[in-house]
């Protein structure tokens, strides 16, 4: 009896660390942690090099108020200098778990170059229309007269059309429209 339970025990650890690693390797969640990644490496090379920024502009005079910031010096320049290394392993790593899932088909490298103002692109289940393309994301809004719009990072997009609803799909960075819509479901 002792036994039987600690082998269904030992079956629910191995079920949850498969489960967390699944999560942990899902492609919009790696996807998610390069642009997490990246933020924090361009934070860390501020702080490494200084920085100035602009607080806010007075109307009236247009006086700028700026906020300016030393280089790191010392113990702290050693350790931002640390992060900054280790932040960039982090990123490569991940890079290339991303660029393997790519290659496999398990995710698609949506971007500025492949999606067209006018396509559509599947987000939460829904195609959506695509009002505007931005660097890191699209505007979308109602396809049937709404008047809402929202914007969606290109790590969140399920699936692309053309505006006549042709599959588009992704080859070697470059944009194949399918002769005839599909009716399978578009790839993450």
């Keep these: 009896m002792g ?3 600690e082998a269904a025990a030992a079956r629910g650890r191995a079920d949850a660390a498969a489960e967390t690693t699944d999560r942990r390797y899902a492609p919009v969640t790696v996807a998610r942690r390069i642009e997490k990644l990246t933020a924090e490496l361009r934070r860390f090379e501020r702080d490494r090099d200084g920085h100035t920024r602009t607080l806010y502009t007075n109307t009236q005079t247009g006086q700028k108020y700026v906020e300016t910031h030393e280089a790191a010096t010392g113990d702290y320049r ?5 992060e900054i290394e280790h932040t960039a392993d982090e990123i490569a790593y991940w890079q290339g778990v991303r660029a393997a899932q790519i290659a496999a088909g398990t995710a698609t490298a949506y971007s500025r170059e492949v999606i067209t103002k006018g396509d559509l692109v599947r987000y939460v289940g829904h195609f959506h229309q695509v009002l505007k393309v931005n660097a890191k994301s699209v ?3 109602s396809i049937v007269g709404g008047s809402w ?3 969606v990072p290109y790590s969140e997009i399920r699936g692309l059309r053309d505006a006549d609803g042709k599959v588009v799909r992704i080859v070697d960075g470059a944009r194949v429209i399918e002769p005839e819509t599909s009716t399978e479901t578009d790839a993450a």
């Design 78 to 82: 050693e350790r931002v200098l640390a």
């Design 3 to 5: 036994a039987e339970r």
């Design 149 to 151: 719009t929202d914007r």
């Design 139 to 141: 505007t979308i809004g």
